[in-house]
Each structure stands twice: as C-alpha cells, then as structure tokens.
T-cell receptor, first 118, second 110 residues
C-alpha cells in the first residue's frame, strides 16, 4: 500500500539552530501539504503545493520557515532559527487533487516528525 | 474564518456500547467531510469521508451529515478498547483545503 514518507521521525534541537524535514508523497499525488499540530489541537496548514507551485502559504511564518518542492515530487520544510514555540508534530499529507470538482480529495498523512526545541 | 468545532472530551464509553462523536462547521460552502483517527503520538489516519446528506456506513462506523444544520457525526458501534484515540473532524472547502477541529479524545473502558 502506497504511503507518505517523512524523515526524520524525531528531532531534538536547541533554539536558534536550523532544522529540516523531508516528505515524499504518494506516487502520482499532485498536491502536497505541510501541517503543524500542537499537542491537544488539530493540524493547522502551513503550506500547500500543487506540483512545484505554492498554492497557499498564508499561515507560514516566512521570517523563519521556508518550504520547497523543486521537482514537484518530494518536499523539504526548513526552520531557521528554531524557537521554543516551534515544538510540535510536523505532518506531511498528499492528495490526488482532481481540480474542477466541488469535492475535496482525501488527504493521506505521513507518520510525522516530532520536533522538540530546547 | 472557517471553523470546525468539536467537543474536546474526554468522552468515556464502556466496551460494547455506541460512541457518538459530533462536529459542527461554520462554512455553508463546505461539501466534503472527513473523520480521522489519531492514536497518541501517531499521525491521523482516515476513517471515513462523507459528501451527501444522510448516513454512510462502513463496518462498525457510521458517518452522518446534515448540511442544513452544518453538523457531522461519527457513530462507533460495539466499541472496542482499540478504538480509544482522538478523533478529528475535517471540513473541505475550495482549492483542496481541509480545516480540522481540535479533536475529541475517546476512551473505551473494558
């Protein structure tokens, strides 16, 4: 069964350091999402890609966060410098995204990266 | 601001009983709704999607949608201890976006 891959699974870093997360979506899925989930809350969208283009990054703290999906397949999310408040689960999801319809395609999540900033 | 509201719980249900999880959404334009299950420390996994008013059944799970009331629910019949998890409700809207609720923590007591 096809799955979304993410690495690393866990990351511990000190504040002011740089961290990077990687995601490989399900093959053939054009849309890729990065979410942040704080303990006890639902996932919140950080950035959405359609192929290699950013569709929505309105909630991405652009002073410290960056995301890219250069060839429209795998993606990297970077934080520099990390702050204590960045401690959270970072989730990657992908969907087929059949644009033109009114229905929203199912999003499938990877295992996530648990980030702890000390 | 598009919002999805869930009772955060915890909801405690005895084993074998029916667990009922509820969700309301603010955007009348939402057409797609999803229930995800999330075990502690794990990522969300899809349980069911529902797009039309009424009930949709899949095994022990039944999703119910009432667009007029902007209400979605998930029923779990014959609850098992393995059903203990946080259940996330999500509403879809334009450009393939999902808005998630804060999740309801469900505990099934043996």
């Amino acid at each position: 069964e096809a799955e979304v891959a993410q690495s690393p699974r866990y990351k511990i870093t000190e504040k002011s350091q740089a961290v990077a997360f990687w995601c490989d979506p399900i093959s053939g899925h054009a849309t890729l999402y990065w979410y942040r989930q704080i303990l006890g809350q639902g996932p919140e969208l950080l950035v959405q890609f359609q192929d290699e283009s950013v569709v929505d990054d309105s909630q991405l703290p652009k002073d410290r966060f960056s995301a890219e999906r250069l060839k429209g397949v795998d993606s990297t999310l970077k934080i520099q410098p990390a702050e204590l408040g960045d401690s959270a689960m970072y989730l990657c999801a992908s969907s087929l995204a059949s644009f033109g319809g009114i229905k929203t395609d199912t999003q499938y999540f990877g295992p996530g990266t648990r980030l702890t900033v000390l | 601001q598009k919002e999805v509201e869930q009772n955060s719980g915890p909801l405690s249900v005895p084993e074998g009983a029916i667990a009922s999880l509820n969700c309301t959404y603010s955007d009348r334009g939402s057409q797609s709704f999803f229930w995800y299950r999330q075990y502690s420390g794990k990522s969300p996994e899809l349980i069911m999607s529902i797009y039309s008013n009424g009930d949709k059944e899949d095994g022990r799970f039944t999703a119910q949608l009432n667009k007029a009331s902007q209400y979605v629910s998930l029923l779990i019949r014959d609850s098992q201890p393995s059903d203990s998890a946080t259940y996330l409700c999500a509403a879809g809207w334009g450009a393939q976006k999902l808005v998630f609720g804060q999740g309801t923590r469900l505990t099934i007591n043996p």
